[in-house]
């Protein structure tokens, strides 16, 4: 695991992983990374779940490393994101709003969910992919090139 993050930093500006939250190896590999970014939704099996990993990493990395966000946000939903942040022992960096429909179209028609909409899920995405770099995202025009913007400094 060590090895491909360590392949992952020397090529890419920013890089993303989706990374298992049970294997040991992979909490030896963390240390190098910039952030942590700890996904929860609003269900009491996934809240408790991030709750005991955002305490274990903020323990073994720093609290300032940890980021929680939470997936499938629903503002009606029984568990709030006040109720994640008192339980997680943070507050939430992000929440990405629930679209499983546009979600599931873009992976069927085999598209970037962000290519044609700046609103809604495809916007959220945007915004935290800014917030994580470091780039203003209303200074950054989305609609001339997400990824041109990004990648443009490098």
Known sequence: MRTHIEFAISEYRFTVLDLPRSDGAVMDALDMLSAIIVVVNQELAAVKSGSRLAAALRQRYGAEKILIVVNRSDRQADIGLA????????????????????????????????????????????????????????????????????????
């Open 83 to 154: 109720d994640i942040e008192r339980a997680v022992g943070g507050k939430v960096a992000h929440p990405f709003p629930s679209d499983y429909r546009l979600a599931i179209q873009a992976l069927h028609k085999g598209q970037l969910l962000t290519s044609d909409n700046h609103n809604g899920l495809p916007g959220s995405l945007k915004r935290f992919a800014f917030q994580l770099a470091g780039i203003a995202y209303e200074a950054a025009a989305p609609r001339s090139g997400f990824l041109g913007r990004l990648t443009a400094g490098r």
